[in-house]
């Protein structure tokens, strides 16, 4: 059987991509508007979402680009869309893009997410609100649809199968489990998948988003079947058995790439470091942090990192939070925002930078408020202390994952304005000189 690591099983681990979703979006508004207002079974954001994905594909085929060279493989990216949570912090957000499912094939929106591990999708036979509010999935109308039992064999129409009851914090998650084509662009691979028949209002109702496709390695899938990673790996169409992801404020610009690296999309070079524990995560270690370049010796020697595209917000062990308000000081009246450090991760040999925009969250008011935008995450070890690297770091550094080397690679994303003086004060070599 598959290892136990702490986010396994798949009631743990959905559990926790339910908790960590609630902190991305808010989108009651647009869950109303799509059950009684204009254009009811709509939600404008998501249409919005889709105009853009099409918007994209006049020149990149429906929002996907691909590109093959004979004897290497593909490469392909995918649009995302991003999403601003309702609220005044600048770090609550969702990027999302298109999958399809069936023959012939339905459309969804997903977030591409390195915390989980499966795709789950809302089902047709579900009557909750918070699934009539999004696109269901319809086995019905799918020719390539089979209903599975958890160890993947076919159950007849109408006989009993198993089901999967995910319980958390704020909620519940009823489902079944299926298999059939599951597309992301040209990339196409028959996969098992999870299909809700129940959701508790809390939170579903609050993702405008429909579902969540799991990106993590294939110990957090409930077999390697339900990977959609793995089965593209299997098929060796890809250039590299690697996925990558650029997020941007600007909604043009994100991607995600499927089979390497684009490397029009970073600055200097690649900093690699290798999957440290073996809980499914793309979870790597640093050996301690620094405060504007200086190493703080046992600051968080030998913390974990789980890189994290599922979640918007940045999070660290409690202890080292408040050690780090200590020292870094950000004045809830945002009056030393300009003079606040950068703060940074060390990382074999390397330090990885985030300015204070990118850890502080700040509400103009009136009057002006500013506050530490770690959330505090206390998790025991082997797979911790931990920090949770989400939107906040992956805006400002392109990552790619390596499922056959098992490892992370970071490189400064090169957005607009970026310049390559400016990326050499992001991802700085370290110095035995620079130690507090």
């Avoid at 009136?366 to 202390?385: E, H, K």
Wanted: charged share 20%; with cysteine.
């Amino acid at each position: 059987g598959l290892p136990a690591p702490l986010y396994h099983p798949l009631s743990t681990e959905l559990s926790r991509i339910a908790m960590h979703l609630i902190t991305v979006v808010a989108a009651a508004t647009c869950a109303t508007r799509r059950l009684t207002g204009p254009g009811a079974g709509t939600c404008a954001d998501e249409q919005d979402a889709l105009a853009l994905l099409q918007l994209r594909g006049t020149s990149e085929r429906s929002g996907v680009a691909s590109e093959l060279e004979e004897g290497m493989g593909a490469m392909m990216s995918v649009g995302l869309y991003k999403q601003n949570a309702h609220t005044k912090q600048p770090h609550k957000t969702a990027y999302f893009g298109r999958v399809s499912v069936g023959t012939p094939p339905q459309s969804f929106s997903v977030v591409f997410d390195t915390g989980s591990g499966n795709l789950v999708l809302p089902s047709t036979d579900c009557d909750s609100t918070a699934c009539q509010i999004h696109r269901r999935y319809n086995p019905l109308k799918s020719s390539s649809a089979v209903d599975i039992d958890a160890d993947g064999t076919p159950v007849d129409a109408g006989a009993d199968r198993d089901q999967i009851t995910i319980t958390f914090g704020t909620g519940e998650i009823t489902g079944v489990l299926l298999q059939d084509r599951v597309c992301v662009g040209s990339l196409c691979t028959s996969g098992r998948f999870i299909s809700a028949t129940e959701e508790s209002d809390a939170p579903f109702a609050s993702f405008s988003f429909d579902g969540v496709l799991g990106l993590a390695l294939t110990q957090m899938a409930q077999s390697p079947e339900f990977s959609f990673m793995q089965r593209i790996a299997e098929q060796k169409v890809l250039r590299k058995p690697q996925f990558a992801v650029f997020l941007s404020d600007d909604e043009r610009e994100s991607e995600i790439t499927f089979g390497g690296a684009k490397t029009g999309k970073f600055l200097g070079e690649m900093v690699w470091a290798q999957v440290s524990r073996p809980s499914g995560y793309w979870q790597v270690e640093i050996s301690d942090m620094a405060i504007e370049n200086k190493v703080v010796p046992g600051l968080c020697k030998n913390c974990q990192v789980a890189v994290d595209t599922g979640t918007s917000e940045l999070a660290g062990p409690s202890a080292v939070m408040q050690e780090l308000q200590k020292r870094v000081n950000v004045k809830e009246d945002c009056s030393n925002l300009h003079e606040l450090p950068q703060l940074g991760f060390v990382l074999n040999g390397q330090i990885l930078n985030l300015d204070p925009v990118d850890y502080v969250d700040k509400e103009d008011g009136p009057p002006a408020s500013c506050s530490n935008a770690f959330m505090t995450l206390d998790v025991p070890p082997p797979n911790g202390p931990l920090f949770v690297f989400g939107d906040p770091f992956l805006r400002k550094f392109y990552t790619v994952y390596d499922s056959a080397e098992r490892r992370v690679g970071f490189a400064v994303a090169k957005h607009e304005g970026m310049t390559q003086e400016k990326a050499q004060t992001m991802l700085v070599a370290l110095s035995d000189k620079w130690t507090e």
